[in-house]
C-alpha cells in the first residue's frame, strides 16, 4: 500500500513539473513580448523584443536543453533514483548544442564591429521558424536540414526515453537516456559544423551605399535645322 501510495506521489511530481514546462513554452512561444524570449533570439538592433530575430543556434540549445532536463526532472520524480540518468548522448547532444551557439556569437560579434557589413538578424522578425531557417537569402537548405534533423533526433530521444520507462519504475532504478550510436551523433555534429561553417558568409554582403544622383547627358545639338535654313537662303 504504501509503495502505491509512494507510486502516485512520484506521478504527481512528474505531472507537475510537465505542466511547468508547458506554461513556460506557452509563455514563451505566445507572448511575444516575454522577456524570456531573449533566450532563443540573436542581440538584434531592433529596441523591442518581439521585433527581434529567432536565432537557430541558440533555439537549438534551449530545445535540447528543455528535453535533457524535462526528461531528468521526470526520471527523478517516478523513480527517486539519480545515478545512472546521464549518458554520454545527452552530454554530447548538449555539448553540440553549446558549441553551436558560442561559434554563432563569436561570428556575429567579430562581424558586428565591422560597418560595411550588414547584419540579417538586425531585420525584423519575420516569424519563428522563418527566421531559424533564413539567412540573408531567404530559406537556405543547411539551417532546413540542421532543424529537421534536430526535431527528428529529439522525438526519437524522447520516445526512447518513454519507452524505457515500465521496466525501470517498478524496479525503483533510473530510467536511462536514450543511447545514440556514434553515426547519429556524428550526423548531428555534422550538420552543426555545416550550420556554423556557412554562417561566416551569411552576412557578408557590403552594406549598401547611398545611391548617387543620376546625372542627365548633356543635350545633343541638332543640324537639322540649321541645314533647312542654309538651303532655304540658297
Not at 526515453?161 to 548531428?188: E, K, Q, R, Y
Request: charged share 15%; hydrophobic share 45%; aromatic share 8%.
Amino acid at each position: 500500500m504504501d509503495n502505491e501510495i509512494e507510486q502516485i506521489i512520484r506521478w504527481i511530481a512528474a505531472g507537475i513539473i510537465i505542466l511547468i514546462e508547458l506554461v513556460v513554452l506557452f509563455n514563451l512561444f505566445t507572448n511575444k513580448n516575454s522577456k524570456l524570449q531573449v533566450l532563443i533570439k540573436d542581440m538584434s538592433a531592433q529596441n523591442e523584443i518581439k521585433y527581434m530575430s529567432y536565432s537557430y543556434s541558440r533555439s537549438q540549445l534551449f530545445w535540447w536543453t528543455i528535453i535533457v532536463l524535462t526528461c531528468f526532472a521526470i526520471d527523478m520524480a517516478m523513480t527517486g533514483a539519480s545515478n545512472g540518468i546521464m549518458n554520454s548522448t545527452a552530454l554530447t547532444l548538449l555539448g553540440i548544442s553549446a558549441g553551436t551557439t558560442v561559434a554563432g556569437r563569436v561570428i556575429d560579434n567579430s562581424q558586428s564591429s565591422d560597418p560595411s557589413i550588414e547584419m540579417h538578424q538586425d531585420s525584423k522578425s519575420q516569424g519563428f521558424w522563418m527566421d531559424i531557417l533564413s539567412d540573408q537569402n531567404g530559406v537556405s537548405i543547411h539551417r532546413f536540414q540542421a532543424v529537421l534533423f534536430n526535431i527528428g533526433f529529439g522525438i526519437a530521444f524522447i520516445s526512447q526515453f518513454i519507452s524505457n520507462i515500465p521496466d525501470h519504475i517498478t524496479l525503483g532504478v533510473a530510467v536511462p537516456f536514450a543511447d545514440f550510436d556514434n553515426t547519429t551523433l556524428g550526423l548531428i555534429g555534422l550538420s552543426a559544423g555545416t550550420y556554423a561553417t556557412l554562417k561566416f558568409n551569411e552576412n557578408l554582403s557590403p552594406a549598401r551605399a547611398e545611391s548617387a544622383p543620376v546625372v542627365p547627358p548633356p543635350p545633343v545639338k541638332s543640324t537639322t535645322s540649321t541645314e533647312t535654313s542654309t538651303d532655304k537662303e540658297a
